[in-house]
């Protein structure tokens, strides 16, 4: 038994000491410049029109350009066009295509491969346009030697935003679902289906070029088998972090920015108690959003008051500075005929940041006299139970936002198929609608806040946070930003010293 | 004409799963339209795709269509990968089976030796602590194991690379969390036969016939694995149908990760075709296992 233990002790320390080695190792640069991350989720397809989900997005905007980018302030620069203008009475779309563009094969890019691309995308070589968006779109012609018109059947003023779909060359129409062939600073060099993306730097990029020489993108669906493929150095950039394991990320630099989501608590306003505007203040006074950050997201949250993150920093209202009330909300109970009020939330069980959050509200509505019962639902069950049914009563959702602001606002617009907050008032229809079809920008810019003020005022729901996404990047990472969309910019990374 | 009979009752059995999971498939909640493109797109891409997918048909002349699809080995398109469902399984096979070989391989390797030295040890510590370890073997969460492999052979040790990349050393360490709960399984149940084995008339009377300890234990082993081929058979039906946990920690692309995509994004054709995979190999290694049962023991084909 003595030798046994002195055995045991020898073991433990020989580990240490491989332990003590092994992280002697992290932060050691390789020598041609690739970068290595993981994705969650594998990407939908390499063809560029049947990419669905905002994490193949992320990814593939790297290889494929539109006409327009988007900027890390949330607006658009020219991309593929050089220049475009919008006429006066927001229908027709002209587009100066940028000389000298080469596409990932080497041919050059012309005129008509942007036409050509215009028309698959929306649907005119018989595929299922790409977004609904482009049934508006009334025709797309070749207006001058490097010039695109489109014209729209009516002004619609999110349209430039959905000009971000890229731009393929015209001789690649038959296998765009195997050769992913675009404009975008990195090219597809390797895909293993569920398994790794291999991006490598397209040294004939028109823009600026990528300062390394290639990503690797593993696709690993367990957070957990990420998080420990970035201790074991395997990769460099581990996205999504748990705020809660930063503690163990004392090697690495973690980088945290908001994401342009809005997390919030939604009371269906069709619900008997809810369709009472008393009642939702209430609740609303009840809830105190600083202490869900706190607990929820270890501080990483950007407190909202309206369903707009400020990241959209021209559209977005300023905070008011709303503050917890618990007086004034059993006060407005009262009036309202509501003391012992009680109700269930319905929460996506897959989401632990949601659930989480349902446990926190819960806890704070007692304080006024509320139960609150939480229920977890599978995602799939949600969608079609909760977002499309709006079969609930209370729910914990995170939705996240485009660049366009009437894509997050028309959620409350009473003709919207999927406002499952049951929301109506012809006021807020009207702006949303008024918005859509001006083209003084300023003009929209105010709709669009006054659209907020009504969301906030009428408290239609409890906005809760930005939740902010926090990345774990090796010490010799530099240049990672987050954009108000799902973007991850590998151009602009470099490694350093 | 027993097997004959056998395989139409079987064949029986696959169609009636095949349309009870489409029934069920279309009772549980969950639009497949709308869990792939969620929650943050336009009503009208969500319609836009339904017709596409063609949900908008009905139930009957959707279930008409797929088993026309069936009898002819297509199981239609799947929804998220846009690619045939055949295609989809086929391609992940490999790897799968190659999991499934490799784990049995060590479970055999190990059981067997293992339990043999457990009957045969007499100190009686030794004894405890090894029966100690075998429930411990049966008892241990995969998932658990499998992080804390990786966590020590990865990333302290460094030694295999966290998740599967490809190469075969990548696979060892799934392969052996997959494979200690089965050790413990059959390990455990090996020695009880041995026990059972020792105490037989015809051991005795071999015995008593001078016959040599080291052709006596062959024996006794021979007659104490032969009960387990059911048990094997069990786990490779579990292993080549999917090893849903282990396949989802260590990333590795094969039947099991598939069936996780597919449930997640009501991905119907995909689930169903899995499904029917499933029931097949469960129906062919059932009746492989009845062949090389009554090839092994005579007593069983006089028993019919």
Redesign the interface.
């Given at each position: 038994m003595h030798l046994k233990g002195r055995n045991k002790k020898l073991i433990v320390l020989s580990?240490l000491g491989?332990?003590l080695l092994?992280c002697g190792?992290e932060g050691k640069a390789p020598e041609k410049k690739i970068v290595k991350t993981i994705t969650s989720m594998d990407i939908?397809?390499l063809n560029p029109y049947?990419l669905?989900?905002?994490g193949s997005e992320e990814i593939m905007m790297n290889v494929f350009e539109g006409l327009v980018m988007p900027t890390v302030e949330g607006g658009l620069y020219p991309a593929v066009a050089k220049e475009y203008n919008i006429s006066e009475d927001g229908l027709k779309y002209t587009f100066k295509i940028r000389d000298g563009i080469k596409f990932h094969n080497g041919n050059p890019l012309d005129v008509k491969d942007v036409e050509f691309s215009l028309r698959k995308m929306s649907g005119r070589e018989g595929d299922?346009?790409a977004?609904?968006?482009f049934?508006n779109i009334d025709d797309i012609k070749i207006t001058g030697e490097d010039e695109v018109t489109i014209t729209l059947k009516v002004p619609d003023s999110a349209f430039i935003y959905y000009m971000t779909e890229g731009i393929v060359p015209d001789e690649n129409k038959d296998s765009l679902?195997k050769e992913p062939i675009g404009t975008g600073p990195f090219k597809v060099s390797g895909y293993?289906?569920?398994?790794?993306i291999t991006l490598e730097k397209n040294n004939d990029y028109w823009g600026e070029k990528a300062k390394i020489d290639g990503v690797e993108i593993?696709?690993?669906?367990?957070a957990?088998?990420a998080f420990?493929?970035l201790?074991?150095?395997?990769i460099d950039i581990l996205p999504r972090v748990d705020s809660k394991r930063l503690n163990e990320l004392k090697n690495f630099k973690t980088i945290s920015g908001a994401q342009n989501t809005v997390q919030l608590f939604a009371l269906n306003n069709k619900f008997e108690p809810f369709s009472h505007k008393e009642v939702r203040e209430a609740i609303n006074l009840a809830v105190d959003k600083d202490g869900i950050i706190k607990n929820v997201m270890g501080g990483y949250g950007i407190k909202l008051e309206t369903n707009m993150s400020p990241v959209m920093k021209k559209f977005c209202i300023d905070n008011i500075g709303e503050k917890r009330d618990i007086e004034k909300a059993k006060e407005l109970l009262k009036n309202a005929g509501y003391e012992n009020l009680k109700f269930t939330v319905r929460v996506p069980s897959n989401y632990a940041m949601h659930v989480s959050t349902a446990q926190v509200i819960a806890e704070q509505l007692k304080e006024v006299g509320i139960t609150m019962e939480i229920e977890t639902v599978?995602?799939?069950?949600w969608?079609?139970?909760v977002?499309?049914g709006r079969k609930y009563e209370a729910t914990i959702?995170g939705?996240?936002g485009?660049l366009d602001p009437d894509?997050i606002l028309k959620r409350y617009a009473s003709d919207?198929?999927?406002n499952f907050f049951n929301y109506e008032n012809p006021k807020y229809d009207k702006l949303i609608a008024d918005a859509k079809i001006t083209s003084d920008e300023n003009k929209r810019i105010e709709y669009y806040k006054e659209a907020q003020r009504i969301l906030r005022d009428e408290n239609v729901a409890v906005f809760i946070m930005d939740p902010e996404l926090i990345t774990a990047v090796n010490k010799n990472i530099n240049g990672y930003v987050f954009y108000p969309l799902s973007f991850t910019n590998f151009a602009k990374i470099s490694i350093g010293e | 004409m027993f097997y004959i009979k056998k395989l139409s009752k079987m064949i029986f059995s696959i169609f009636l799963i095949g349309t009870l999971s489409f029934l069920l498939l279309e009772m549980i909640p969950g639009d497949p339209a709308s869990a792939i493109l969620g929650v943050d797109s336009a009503p009208e891409d969500i319609e836009l795709l339904r017709e596409a997918l063609g949900l908008n048909k009905s139930l009957i002349v959707r279930y008409l269509t797929w088993g026309k699809g069936v009898l002819a080995g297509d199981f239609g398109n799947s929804f998220k990968y846009s690619e045939p469902v055949v295609d989809l399984i086929i391609k992940r096979l490999p790897l799968t089976l190659e999991i499934a070989m490799i784990s049995i391989g060590i479970v055999f390797l190990v059981s067997v030796p293992l339990s043999f030295l457990l009957y045969k040890i007499k100190n009686k510590h030794v004894k405890k602590f090894g029966d100690f370890m075998i429930g411990v073997f049966i008892s241990v969460p995969s998932f658990w194991l499998g992080i804390i492999f990786m966590f020590v052979f990865g990333v302290i040790l460094r030694l295999f690379s966290v998740g599967y990349n490809n190469t075969f050393a990548s696979l060892l360490l799934p392969c052996v969390v997959i494979a200690i709960p089965n050790i413990g399984i059959i390990t455990s149940y090996i020695r009880s036969n041995l026990e059972y084995e020792m105490r037989e008339e015809y051991i005795k009377y071999l015995y008593v016939n001078g016959l040599k300890m080291k052709w006596l234990n062959l024996y006794i082993l021979k007659n104490s694995i032969l009960p387990v081929i059911p048990l094997i058979g069990i786990m490779i039906i579990d292993l080549i149908t999917g090893i849903v946990i282990i396949e989802q920690i260590f990333s590795i692309p094969g039947i099991g990760r598939l069936l996780i995509t597919s449930v997640v994004t009501r991905d119907i054709p995909l689930i169903q075709g899995l499904i029917f995979y499933t029931s097949v190999v469960l129906v062919l290694i059932n009746f492989i296992i009845d062949i090389l049962y009554s090839v092994i023991d005579p007593r069983i084909r006089g028993g019919e």
């Open positions: 580990l491989l332990a092994g190792k939908d397809s049947k669905v989900s905002s299922t346009p977004q609904a968006m049934s679902d293993e289906r569920e398994q790794k593993f696709v690993t669906p367990n957990e088998t420990l493929k201790l074991s150095g395997e599978e995602w799939a069950t969608l079609s139970e977002y499309s959702v939705l996240t485009k894509s919207y198929p999927r | -």
